[in-house]
């Protein structure tokens, strides 16, 4: 199905790889966090239809001659076996699928970071898996006197207390497997050794969203808040920015309200003042790249309305508290749109009606093909063949599974479980 | 074991997306018309699906592969 695209993704590459290429010539070196997934963004591809899942490897193979990424992963996150949601693996399975993806872009990954390091014995055995994949790995411990004491975080005994990574590039992407993973904190401490070293290094951030060019209610920037509704993300106008260039941008509160120790860290490691406002660290160009503004608010809201819908799944499931669907809720309030605007539930539900069983509904295109539970079929997969019928063509009555293949499926599922063991 | 064998009975019996594709993909190698819905499934990226109840994560996995956007309602089939 084609979507219509909304979102320039060439036009976004040049401009971003230009904005970032600026960015680097202010430093001889320069830190950039990566916020976000650094490969396979669904999320905003479904918001900026045109904006292919890849596009943030298409753009760091675009510096693949002169980057390195550094990975951070948290020994907590090892320790608890802590799992990515979407694709429902291990953050340390996630480290080495990024390293083997990575490599095979062609771009280097030089080194790991296990953060927040306190003996964990998870942690160390990750680190010797790691020799395998021929990556240097790094233990820092908790930065003493973090957030508040900044004459203890910017000395020897605060980031000096951390190794220094080897680093040989005048790019060093600092990226991670999820949130919380200690990104910045990892930069933030190879600025320190640098400067120390002599080295005028620099650090920014290359976040997605919020979009910062965008209006606060806009709603590819209330989508963000519903895909964080789990943190309480919150964006808010970006004040230090307003007041210093007299320009309305958005940042989410997390980032507003480190600022100020950022800011004084930034100020003691390097000497003078690089930034004045969060907004300022940010590279992201993504709002100059929409080509159709209705179109992208369109997809937006679609996005937030499907949010809703697993965060109900989720409470139902006990993987989130009911503080989550409330707050997808109350932006479906502020944006004027409901659960009902989903076309596809109002055809499943009368389906459901119609057939007393459940049932489901497929909308490709303009096109919508429902379905319902069989005596073989899930609703799912009735619907999806009643789909791939219509759209090739073949009559209803067409069985597309033989009934020899069927017939072998059904015993294999209602087999006597005296086959399996019994206690 | 009697709970046992109605358990693991419980909902075992319809086949899930995952097993139509195989199902499908064994039957591709002698039916043309298979194959070509085989070929098309691709189309499906971008659609949008709801089922009126919770859909299994296997079957989620697999529709977000096939880059299906899923949804469906809390209850759950208790047939």
Redesign the interface.
Known sequence: ???KKCFDANKYLKIQKRKIKQRINMFDKLYLEFGGKLIDD?HAA?TLPGFSPDLKIRLLQEFKDEAEVILCINAEAIEKSKIRA?H?ISYETEVLRLIEFLRGKGIYVSSVVITLYAGQKKAKDFAEKLKDYKVKTYFHTFTKGYPTDVDTIVSDEGYGANPYIETTKKLVVVSAPGPCSGKLATALSQLYHEYKRGVDAGYAKFETFPVWSLPLKHPVNIAYEAATADLGDKNLIDHFHLEKYGISAVNYNRDLETFPVLKEILRRITGRDVYYSPTDMGVNVIGECITDDKAIQKAAK?EIV?RY??A??D??KGACTTEVPERIKLLMNELGVSEDD????I???A??EAAS????????GRKIVSGK?????????A???N??KQ??K?PDE?D???PV??EQ??KS??R??TS?K?T | MEIKNKTSNFKERHLKLGEVLIALSICSTTNPIVQKIINNLDKLAGAELHATHMIADEEMVVLANLGINATCGTELNMD
């Open positions: 199905m084609k979507t669904q479904r979407d429902m679609d499907r819908y697993r109900l799944v409470l139902k989903r076309t596809v539930v055809h499943a539900e389906k459901r069983r459940p049932a489901a509904a497929i909308q490709v539970e069989t005596d073989t079929l899930s609703p799912v997969s619907t999806i063949l789909a791939m759209m090739n073949i067409v597309l599974i033989s293949i069927l499926f059904w599922k209602t006597p479980v399996k019994g």
